[in-house]
């Protein structure tokens, strides 16, 4: 059974920094890409990164050069470091895989505010 939890959400001010985590448990972690998605209120669901098993990644325009998701197989970890955060940013953050895409976790909350 697939399981994923996420962490590191928090308040921080604009221009600031938050690093999440999400450590994953049921499958093959290093076989699989992970994502992260972020759901604001009132918004669908959007996908804000991917790293494939391989390590290659991929951003939404709205957060490329801010943003960098990385891995740890050793650890079936996904993290997602958010630079330079806006007060858009503001969202519940949640990690996916395609492995289970019906898979989601409880998320964390990112709140951008000063």
């Known amino acids: 059974q697939v399981q994923l939890v996420e962490s590191g959400g928090g308040l921080v001010q604009p221009g600031g920094s938050l690093r999440l985590s999400c450590a994953a448990s049921?499958?093959?972690?290093?076989?699989?890409?992970m994502m992260w998605y972020r759901q604001a209120p009132g918004k669908q669901r959007e996908k804000v990164a991917i790293?494939?098993?391989?390590?290659?990644?991929d951003y939404a325009a709205a957060v490329k050069g801010r943003f960098t998701i990385s891995r740890d197989n050793a650890k079936n970890t996904v993290y997602l470091q958010m630079n330079s955060l806006k007060a858009e940013d503001t969202a519940v953050y949640y990690c996916?895989?395609?492995?289970?895409?019906?898979?989601w976790g409880q998320g964390t909350q990112v709140t951008v505010s000063s």
């Open positions: 049921g499958f093959t972690f290093s076989n699989y890409a």
């Open positions: 996916n895989t395609p492995r289970s895409p019906s898979s």
């Open positions: 790293i494939t098993s391989g390590g290659s990644t």
